[in-house]
């Protein structure tokens, strides 16, 4: 794999775990977790000799089908040369073709919360008997996201023998007892080990130059194009706060020749999965996505993030931002994009211990002016007509319930000029 010295997080959490001690980890994304309870787990199994005929013997639980296929990916070059039996089961995968592999024996299952409740429940023969390790991935995010229940009854269908149990997050805020005693079902004495998180602030964002830009309504996705076609020979990632948006801006921006790719949660996993490798193993390329791919997710050399939309809180902006500047000595550059009723949140984030310095994008970056064309483009085009309708609806939703009210005003807003950043000359009738 490539790898001579261990990161800070493996080689305060590898140790325990050989030694057999439950775990609470924590580190920033990209710090190299993943291996830090992989390479353990592969340990324990192989010097037991497990076989294929005992079953599964260790349980990776991860909250995204995304995260679920990046550890799978980690575990398989892990395991090139070694026999155990490996997998994953996930949501939007082929349920019959898993619980055939999970009835012939997989030593390592890699999964979704609510699937592998699923085979847990009712796939014949999938045997837990003699699992020695449980590990959860990101636990934080999969209490955020509502699996605690799923994670309970998971639990409650594991066998009762002694086992190893793991948890790890990017955040350090979950480290208490009374949570770690929730989702393992189980009294124990956890050993807590942490690396470079001090706090969800900027200590978790070290090597990215932060900015922000404030651009009204009606000139946001003149901005937007600029930026991509400056810098499109960069790896780039834009998040917007709805599916609707990703879809749309993917079908526009690639109708006007900047091409780019787009993952959101409306898509077939088979499509999530084929984006997802493409845009990790190539050198340049621009990304649209919605908070799907601002968590946990992995992708090499991303060298910019663009928040297009505004993030729900402060949490949601770091986890964002910290898909770029990943592993250690990584660098790169993230931009949010604010209209200027909106400034106030830069004082927000500020009070955070998130330093941010407003840009100018006219100085290095001049932003044409599109909308005539882009409006002309829209009003012909029934596909891209009906996208940029829906698009804009879903964003006065999202205005609408964002918890930083304050700041992000649903009553302040211009729908002219909004419909206007979607390329409408008369946006439809939205009732605030």
């Known amino acids: 794999m490539g790898l001579t010295n261990m990161t800070e997080i493996q080689a305060k959490t590898i140790p325990s775990l050989l030694l057999g001690l439950n775990v609470v980890g924590s580190a920033k ?27 599964t013997g260790c349980i990776i639980i991860t909250p995204t089908r995304e995260l679920c296929i990046q550890t799978y990916g980690v575990l398989k070059q892990l395991l090139k040369y070694h026999s155990l039996t490996f997998g994953m089961v996930m949501g939007g995968a082929n349920r019959a073709a898993e619980a055939e592999k999970l009835y012939w024996g997989m030593n390592i299952v890699v999964a979704t919360p609510g699937r592998l409740l699923d085979h847990l429940q009712n796939t014949e023969g999938f045997m837990v008997k003699n699992l020695w390790c449980f590990i959860i991935d990101e636990v934080d995010k999969i209490l955020h996201i509502g699996f605690e229940e799923d994670i309970k009854k998971i639990i409650k269908l594991l066998p009762s023998r002694k086992r190893q149990s793991v948890m790890f997050s990017a955040t350090s805020s979950f ?37 922000y830009l404030v651009v009204p309504s009606e000139k946001r996705f003149h901005t937007l194009f600029a930026i991509l076609k400056k810098y499109r020979k960069n790896k ?15 079908d526009l921006l690639n109708y006007i020749d900047v091409k780019c790719m787009c993952i959101h949660g409306k898509q077939k996993q088979e499509k999530r999965t084929k984006t997802f490798f493409q845009f990790s193993n190539s050198s340049d390329g621009i990304l649209l996505a919605t908070n799907l ?3 946990g997710i992995d992708i090499p050399d991303v060298g910019w993030i663009v928040q297009y939309d505004p993030p729900e809180d402060i949490t949601e902006y770091i986890h964002k931002v910290g898909r770029t500047a990943r592993g250690v000595g990584g660098t790169g550059r993230a ?74 005003d649903a009553d302040k807003l ?12 008369r946006p439809p009738t939205y009732h605030l």
């Open 175 to 211: 480290k208490s007892h009374a949570l770690t005693t929730m989702i393992t079902g189980i009294k124990f004495e956890p050993h807590c080990v942490g690396a470079d998180v001090k706090s969800e602030t900027a200590s978790s964002l070290t090597g990215v130059t932060q900015g």
């Open 293 to 295: 791919a601002a968590r």
């Open 236 to 250: 780039v990632i834009v998040f917007f706060n709805s599916c609707r948006a990703v879809e749309f801006f993917h």
């Open 29 to 55: 994304t990209g710090s190299g977790k993943t291996l830090a309870f992989l390479i353990p787990a592969v340990e324990f199994l192989h010097t037991l000799k497990f076989k294929q005929r005992n079953g």
């Open 335 to 408: 931009i949010l994009m604010l209209r200027p009723e909106e400034v106030k949140f830069v004082r927000y984030l500020k009070r955070a211990g998130i330093p941010l310095n407003e840009l100018d994008i006219n100085s290095k970056t001049p932003v044409v002016d599109i909308q005539e064309s882009i409006e002309g483009l829209i009003g012909r085009n029934f596909h891209l007509r009906k996208l940029a309708q829906e698009a804009y609806q879903a964003y006065v939703r999202a205005y609408k319930s964002h918890r930083i009210n304050f700041v992000f």
């Open 414 to 425: 211009d729908l002219e000029k909004v419909g206007k950043s979607f390329g409408l000359i």
